[in-house]
């Protein structure tokens, strides 16, 4: 329910009409945009290039794949119409029965099987390669229990799709791209995450293997907040796509796909936010600094403040500094404290006629702590406001890693960590583990932990040498991470 109360007081999203979807509001729209934007120069950065593929999918192309249209078939949503006509027996609509289509159509779940469709008919020869593209779109799986932005049966996400000549490549690409995501997590919205390797339960479906960034929320549970996958020749090989090599040997190509989506805001929200409200990143914050002038009401003292406050504004424009001047005549200065407090906004100035006359402004900052009165210096105040912004990014990181290597625990034995979970002590486990679905599937139904990756930090060669398996004993195959997870 809080996370519920915070998104919806900062307005990011409302209700929809259509159960399992959200409304993104502008505050909330604002904020992805700021981290797509950021997210999207690093994709090109990578070599990929922006492209957009069909929202509707034949039915027959999900087919190809075996584990693919398994992995989807329960979430996908079908148009078979394509004109509605009125109801003969009432006054509705119904689908025309003469508009029926020769084959269902899929709503977008993903898009590897109409790209890698079109990309048979791009790739003939190791020049073509690599090939890198990128998808900003919205996709539907159909989900029953659904949370804005965590879960919701359509999400506004990127996808990237890969194809390359050699499996090194290929492998190179998707890791690549897993950093990627982990860097932006870090720069931008202060979220660290723990790199790592999903089991083969956890997989994609129609992956070879699945790297993750896991995310840890304040109240222990996991996040998983992007993908990036090794597809190995699996698609090529469901689409025939091939290539002519150095020698003119023919070749399936090796493919990648990789993908972050709304999910991200989800993340955000809980890693930062407080009972007072949203607490926002300055990277990623619409609005960074909030100029609010208080004891308006007489012409001249308008003016004065108005006067004094045009070089600020001038200084925070010089430095790019996102800013906003709540002038808004008909609401009291603490109702505006309140509302730009549950947007998140980091810093607040507020600035009266007295505080012109002293040539000072009174500045507070969305983490708390004491108002500060400060004096106006107009050759240093946009770097000194750039400095307070940067500090407030980093402090929200440093609480984060904090966060994360408190509740991050190395235990024994399996009933130590399920003793901990039933008490509430919820957090990262790190344990020796022998890959074993049938075992993985019992402790997901005895404590509802799940594991989260195979930390690549804790998997280099001689990791598990000389450990037993917590849960059955055995010889440890891997360090694996359980958790409770959204």
Known sequence: QWYSDVIMAAEMVDQSPVKGCMVIRPWGMAVWDELRDALNARIKAAGAQNAYFPLFIPMSFLSKEAEHVEGFAKECALVTHHRLT????????????????EEPLVVRPTSETIIWDMFGNWIS??????????????VVRWEL???P???????????GHTAHATKEEAVECSREMLDVYADTCRDYLAVPVVKGTKSPSERFAGADD????EALMQNGWALQSGTSHFLGQNFARAFDVTFQNKQQKSELVWATSWGVSTRLLGALVMTHSDDKGLVLPPMVSPCQVVIVPVGRGKAENDAKVDAFLAPLEAQLKAQGIRYKVDDRDKVKPGSKFYEWERKGVPLRIECGPRDADANSFVIASRLGGEKETVEFDEATFGATMD??????????LERAEQRLSDKTFEVSSYQEMKDA???????????PWRDDADD?????????ATIRCFPFAHNGEGAVEGKKCFYSGEDATHMAIFARAY
């Open 421 to 431: 979970l039933e008490k509430g002590d919820t957090g990262f486990f790190l344990v």
């Open 387 to 396: 400095k307070r912004l940067k500090d407030y990014q980093q402090e929200l």
């Open 149 to 159: 932005f965590l879960r919701s049966a359509e999400f506004l996400w990127q996808e």
């Open 86 to 101: 009125k109801d003969p027996d009432g006054p509705g609509l119904i689908p025309d029965p003469a508009a029926k289509l």
């Open 440 to 448: 993985e599937e019992k402790v997901k139904q005895d404590c509802r």
């Open 145 to 147: 229990r659904t949370r």
């Open 125 to 138: 020869s190791h020049r073509d390669l690599p090939l890198k593209i990128n998808q900003w779109a919205n």
């Open 210 to 213: 699945t790297f993750t960034i």
